[in-house]
């Protein structure tokens, strides 16, 4: 099975922009979520997708959100970009059970905020 | 409070040695735990995942999880290089039908050839 797949790997974006990020879970996985890695921080919990719906979110300003899409495929959208979002922001995946929380990290995407 | 917390390290230990990886954490409804190995510049890999009290092992590592103590450890037997990375406790926090995993903030492990 292939895992899970995040695109673009590396980004550079200036103060005040925004940026998507993209996510493609493991097949037949319908649960992804998101993190923020930072060296301060450590991992973040941004939100949770689950079948198209939010079903948990982090303590993260109105200017992160993201989506889910029908074949479980995830973006992320951060917009009027700070020097401070600079991190990398992991995509994982879970079957979504309740009987398992079991979740696979993608590679991650490297933004860098200028 | 950080819910999950971990031995921040770093710790060495000589290869062939047993590596011990501690985590507490503070919430009591916590089922499910999980421990993730990071490679410098790598995502986190699942390498073991405990629900229930006791000792779970799989190969070279073995979790343990004590619920009365809200303690949760790895040990690594026979310690190799490549185990040299950071290691990430994480517990399933729930909030009513909300779920999400919390991190520690992870253990640097050096095994020394």
């Known amino acids: 099975k292939a895992g899970v797949t995040q695109t673009p790997r590396y980004l550079i974006k200036t103060r005040g922009q925004q940026v998507t990020l993209s996510c493609s879970p493991i097949s037949g996985h319908r649960s992804v979520s998101w993190y923020q890695q930072t060296p301060g921080q450590g991992l973040q919990f941004l939100f949770e997708y689950f079948s198209e719906t939010q079903r948990n979110k982090g303590n993260f300003p109105g200017r992160f959100s993201g989506r889910q899409f029908s074949n479980s495929r995830s973006e992320m959208n951060v917009s009027t970009l700070e020097l401070g979002d600079s991190a990398l922001y992991l995509c994982a995946s879970s079957p979504g059970l309740l009987s398992s929380y079991e979740q696979y990290f993608g590679p991650g995407t490297r933004l860098t905020v200028t | ?113």
């Open chain 2, 1 to 113: 409070q950080k819910e999950v917390e971990q031995n921040s390290g770093p710790l060495s230990v000589p290869e062939g040695a047993i590596a011990s990886l501690n985590c507490t954490y503070s919430d009591r409804g916590s089922q499910s735990f999980f421990w993730y190995r990071q490679y410098s510049g790598k995502s986190p890999e699942l390498i073991m995942s405990i629900y229930s009290n006791g000792d779970k092992e799989d190969g070279r590592f073995t979790a343990q999880l004590n619920k009365a103590s809200q303690y949760v450890s790895l040990l690594i037997r026979d310690s190799q290089p490549s185990d040299s990375a950071t290691y990430l406790c994480a517990g399933l926090i729930s909030s009513g039908s909300a779920r999400q995993l919390t991190f520690g903030s992870g253990t640097q492990l050096t095994v020394l050839p």
